[in-house]
């Protein structure tokens, strides 16, 4: 025998879906007063129903029904019961009955329905339904229940239907929009979802949760400005074009859409042009998608006061330093030093080492000691600050300084990926302590895996341990990183040529020496590949017959 819990809603639910459907067990009926014992046996039901003693509240509400059969409001009450039971069969019986009393009772009829979908006659509910809209199409609420019942049977073409030909009928009826949404969605079609369930929002303004799905349907069907319009419903009567443009953007740049993205922002500026957040984010955007000049253009034009400004100048240096035209890391400087006289607060330790980063760059070797060691006096904890020490002593030819300063670096942060590397690399390069460095390259690339000159390094390891298989691999992969390295070209064309295929290897060589602007690689390289050709076996000539 189960053990049922009391259920307070269903007192409410029994209670006031009686009231609802018209008289009470007390109330005359057109036949006269009821039968005491219907009176008896519903007042009984209802103190049991208190008590959470639902199976005898159920049998008591039935006795009620038999004692008064001509009140469809007593067979409701028994139906709700086994309902609430889980007796699906037994509530629909009595759902029948109560409905072939009052079948014009809505309350009666949805019941009957309710109980149709319960017992699983999901055939006979969409006949009954179908016959009420073909009489009566204007009915939203058959409309919405058809839907239901084909939606929850999957049939999502048919409930399409069943809905478009609902809201022609009646177009102001939110519940069926939002059903329309729902099956459009079900079949893939997310432009059209998006507009049912805009149209149930703007009917419903109580509908709120439909806007979240909106914009990513209207996101996923390129509807820009559709997603744009619920974002900003989104951000309540306080958001602003420029606030809701941003979030779009943010999320269509989540999505790898940058232009997408810019276009939102263009056009929000095309009505704020002075909107120095727009034009911060639009700047963001710009770098991601690798448009540096039109980066730069955006991001000039925000005024010098603006709270952006730092953000901005800190985006143009890098927009300068990755379009490599000329003049670029003058004007990458330039811009640097700009924020360092507008905004001290921001001449930190990143700022310092990006400077020196820069001096680097263009080979004035002295000028960036200079810097760098001001800057390890103001941020003596800072390990950029360090790892860039160890590269100028490499700059400068002190390899073996470099390789104390890196280790140092490990020591005091193990993980740093750049000193591993390095380290990893420098014993690879004197085919010393293999082992140990291929361990190091390992470690960094556990931090950083997608780094091509970490990749690079591994294969480097392996070709000096033998594996040139192994080294082949790895070297294609870094290669696939950054295809725009010479070097890692130059590793592959060495790895080739141990392997003695040497036309591969010539290959590999020819890419290396047009991806490379320095003069003394390009001489050490093309004697390389001179020895390569030297070895390349010339084809044999056929034999006239």
Same mark, same amino acid.
């Given at each position: 025998?189960?053990?049922?819990?009391?259920?307070?809603?269903?007192?409410?639910?029994?209670?006031?879906? @009686?009231?609802?459907?018209?008289?009470?067990?007390?109330?005359?009926?057109?036949?006269?007063?009821?039968?005491?014992?219907?009176?008896?046996?519903?007042?009984?039901?209802?103190?049991?129903?208190?008590?959470?003693?639902?199976?005898?509240?159920?049998?008591?509400?039935?006795?009620? =029904?038999?004692?008064?059969?001509?009140?469809?409001?007593?067979?409701? =009450?028994?139906?709700?019961?086994?309902?609430?039971?889980?007796?699906?069969?037994?509530?629909?019986?009595?759902?029948?009955?109560?409905?072939?009393?009052?079948?014009?009772?809505?309350?009666?009829?949805?019941?009957?329905?309710?109980?149709?979908?319960?017992?699983?006659?999901?055939?006979?509910?969409?006949?009954?339904?179908?016959?009420?809209?073909?009489?009566?199409?204007?009915?939203?609420?058959?409309?919405?229940?058809?839907?239901?019942?084909?939606?929850?049977?999957?049939?999502?073409?048919?409930?399409?239907?069943?809905?478009?030909?609902?809201?022609?009928?009646?177009?102001?009826?939110?519940?069926?929009?939002?059903?329309?949404?729902?099956?459009?969605?079900?079949?893939?079609?997310?432009?059209?979802?998006?507009?049912?369930?805009?149209?149930?929002?703007?009917?419903?303004?109580?509908?709120?949760?439909?806007?979240?799905?909106?914009?990513?349907?209207?996101?996923?069907?390129?509807?820009?400005?559709?997603?744009?319009?619920?974002?900003?419903?989104?951000?309540?009567?306080?958001?602003?074009?420029?606030?809701?443009?941003?979030?779009?953007?943010?999320?269509?740049?989540?999505?790898?859409?940058?232009?997408?993205?810019?276009?939102?922002?263009?056009?929000?500026?095309?009505?704020?042009?002075?909107?120095?957040?727009?034009?911060?984010?639009?700047?963001?955007?710009?770098?991601?998608?690798?448009?540096?000049?039109?980066?730069?253009?955006?991001?000039?034009?925000?005024?010098?006061?603006?709270?952006?400004?730092?953000?901005?100048?800190?985006?143009?240096?890098?927009?300068?330093?990755?379009?490599?035209?000329?003049?670029?890391?003058?004007?990458?400087?330039?811009?640097?030093?700009? @924020?360092?006289?507008?905004?001290?607060?921001?001449?930190?330790?990143?700022?310092?080492?990006?400077?020196?980063?820069?001096?680097?760059?263009?080979?004035?070797?002295?000028?960036?000691?200079?810097?760098?060691?001001?800057?390890?006096?103001?941020?003596?904890?800072?390990?950029?600050?360090?790892?860039?020490?160890?590269?100028?002593?490499?700059?400068?030819?002190?390899?073996?300084?470099?390789?104390?300063?890196?280790?140092?670096?490990?020591?005091?942060?193990?993980?740093?990926?750049?000193? @591993?590397?390095?380290?990893?690399?420098?014993?690879?390069?004197?085919?010393?302590?293999?082992?140990?460095?291929?361990?190091?390259?390992?470690?960094?690339?556990?931090?950083?895996?997608?780094?091509?000159?970490?990749?690079?390094?591994?294969?480097?390891?392996?070709?000096?341990?033998?594996?040139?298989?192994?080294?082949?691999?790895?070297?294609?992969?870094?290669?696939? @990183?950054?295809?725009?390295?010479?070097?890692?070209?130059?590793?592959?064309?060495?790895?080739?040529?141990?392997?003695?295929?040497?036309?591969?290897?010539?290959?590999?060589?020819?890419?290396?020496?047009?991806?490379?602007?320095?003069?003394?690689?390009?001489?050490?390289?093309?004697?390389?590949?001179? =020895?390569?050709?030297?070895?390349?076996?010339?084809?044999?000539?056929?034999?006239?017959?």
């Amino acid at each position: 025998m189960r053990t049922l819990t009391f259920r307070p809603w269903l007192l409410s639910m029994l209670c006031g879906g @009686l009231w609802a459907c018209g008289a009470t067990p007390q109330t005359a009926q057109p036949s006269g007063a009821p039968p005491p014992a219907a009176v008896a046996a519903y007042a009984e039901a209802t103190m049991l129903l208190q008590q959470g003693r639902m199976v005898e509240a159920a049998a008591r509400y039935d006795a009620a =029904a038999q004692a008064d059969p001509g009140a469809a409001h007593l067979w409701l =009450a028994a139906a709700r019961a086994r309902s609430a039971l889980d007796e699906h069969d037994a509530a629909l019986e009595r759902a029948a009955r109560a409905e072939a009393i009052s079948p014009d009772d809505p309350q009666v009829a949805s019941a009957y329905e309710d109980a149709l979908r319960r017992a699983g006659r999901g055939d006979a509910l969409k006949a009954r339904l179908t016959e009420r809209l073909t009489k009566h199409p204007e009915d939203a609420r058959a409309g919405a229940a058809a839907a239901e019942a084909l939606l929850e049977a999957q049939a999502f073409a048919e409930a399409e239907a069943v809905l478009e030909k609902s809201t022609r009928a009646n177009p102001n009826a939110p519940k069926t929009w939002e059903l329309l949404g729902k099956a459009r969605m079900q079949l893939g079609a997310h432009l059209k979802a998006a507009e049912a369930f805009e149209r149930a929002r703007l009917l419903d303004p109580n509908r709120r949760f439909l806007d979240t799905l909106i914009v990513r349907l209207a996101l996923e069907g390129g509807d820009n400005a559709r997603a744009l319009a619920a974002i900003k419903r989104i951000g309540g009567p306080s958001s602003t074009d420029a606030q809701a443009a941003l979030a779009l953007a943010g999320m269509l740049t989540e999505r790898q859409d940058p232009v997408g993205a810019s276009v939102v922002l263009e056009a929000a500026l095309a009505r704020a042009p002075d909107d120095a957040g727009l034009r911060l984010g639009l700047g963001r955007v710009l770098c991601s998608a690798e448009r540096w000049a039109d980066a730069e253009a955006a991001l000039a034009a925000i005024p010098t006061g603006a709270e952006q400004r730092a953000e901005a100048l800190q985006l143009r240096a890098l927009a300068a330093l990755e379009s490599e035209a000329e003049g670029s890391l003058d004007k990458a400087y330039s811009l640097l030093e700009t @924020l360092r006289t507008e905004r001290p607060e921001a001449d930190r330790a990143a700022l310092a080492a990006q400077r020196v980063r820069i001096r680097r760059a263009q080979a004035r070797s002295a000028e960036a000691r200079t810097m760098l060691d001001e800057a390890r006096q103001r941020w003596p904890e800072d390990t950029s600050l360090h790892f860039l020490d160890g590269m100028l002593f490499e700059d400068l030819g002190q390899r073996t300084r470099a390789l104390e300063v890196m280790q140092a670096l490990i020591a005091r942060e193990p993980e740093h990926a750049g000193a @591993l590397n390095y380290v990893g690399y420098s014993w690879a390069e004197q085919n010393v302590r293999l082992e140990e460095a291929e361990t190091l390259i390992r470690r960094a690339l556990q931090v950083s895996p997608s780094d091509a000159a970490i990749v690079d390094s591994l294969g480097w390891v392996m070709f000096r341990r033998g594996d040139l298989t192994g080294a082949e691999a790895t070297l294609r992969r870094a290669i696939e @990183l950054d295809a725009e390295e010479g070097e890692l070209h130059f590793h592959l064309a060495e790895v080739l040529a141990a392997a003695r295929r040497f036309p591969e290897a010539v290959e590999a060589y020819d890419k290396a020496l047009s991806l490379t602007k320095d003069s003394k690689l390009s001489a050490a390289w093309r004697k390389r590949k001179a =020895a390569a050709q030297g070895k390349v076996k010339a084809a044999p000539r056929s034999t006239p017959r």
